[in-house]
């Protein structure tokens, strides 16, 4: 079974540039999440979609982070424009469930670096 | 505030002896737990977990340990091997589809 897969894997930037990464879930798995990874710190919830509604965006700084999943599979994240705060990781997840708990499923992450 | 706390930010152990990776949380809500191990440049990959209803949750080597009252989960791994070098991430989750809360992680290391 293919993982979570994520692109690009890394990425440098200017502040107030733009950028967007892709990721593709586990197939069939409905629910997809993204964390932010700071250097030395957890993952942190950005957004949560079921299908290719919104569960949970309470975390995502809106003024310059979007997501969407259109179709209910693939998913991209944005920020516009980027600071330099925002240099980490972001890591894209998949769940499912098994006997009533879930299991999240991660990719590689992408790595950003705001210069 | 942080609701899942891994305190010890490196642990370095002997092959071949038991490897014990502890984790508190303060929020009483959290009914599953789930530990990560994470090698650089890859996501975290999952290795057990524990629903609050069981108190041990065991996978060959790796046993997780949960006791409610202290809100304190425990990851023992035995024996340890060179390969589980890695970062472990404790997260806890309020049951169902929901996003996981993460601890900053802890460096295991094993010395040969």
């Known amino acids: 079974e293919a993982g979570v897969a994520q692109s690009p894997r890394y990425k440098i930037i200017e502040k107030r540039q733009s950028v967007a990464f892709w990721c593709n879930p586990i197939?069939?798995?409905?629910?997809l999440y993204w964390y932010q990874q700071i250097l030395g710190q957890g993952p942190k919830l950005l957004i949560q979609?079921?299908?290719?509604?919104?569960?949970?965006d309470s975390q995502l700084p809106k003024d310059r982070f979007s997501a969407e999943r259109l179709k209910g599979v693939d998913s991209t994240l944005k920020i516009q424009p980027a600071k330099l705060e925002d240099s980490a990781v972001y890591l894209c997840?998949?769940?499912?469930?098994?006997?009533?708990?879930?299991?999240?499923?991660f990719g590689p992450g992408t790595r950003l670096l705001v210069l | 505030d942080q609701q899942v706390k891994q305190n010890s930010p490196s642990l370095s152990v002997q092959e071949g002896r038991i490897s014990i990776l502890n984790c508190d949380y303060t929020?009483?809500?959290?009914?599953?737990f789930l530990w990560y191990k994470k090698y650089p440049a890859e996501g975290p990959t999952f290795l057990i977990s524990i629903s609050s209803i069981k108190d041990k949750n065991e996978d060959g080597r790796f046993t997780v340990f949960l006791n409610k009252s202290a809100k304190h989960l425990s990851l023992h791994i035995v024996p340890s091997q060179p390969g589980d070098s890695a970062v472990y991430f404790c997260a806890a989750s309020g049951g169902g589809a929901d996003g996981l809360t993460f601890g900053k992680g802890t460096h295991l290391i094993i010395q040969p």
């Open positions: 997840a998949s769940s499912t469930f098994t006997a009533g708990e879930e299991t999240q499923y």
């Open positions: 197939s069939g798995h409905a629910t």
């Open positions: 929020n009483s809500m959290f009914d599953y």
């Open positions: 979609f079921q299908n290719n509604g919104v569960v949970d």
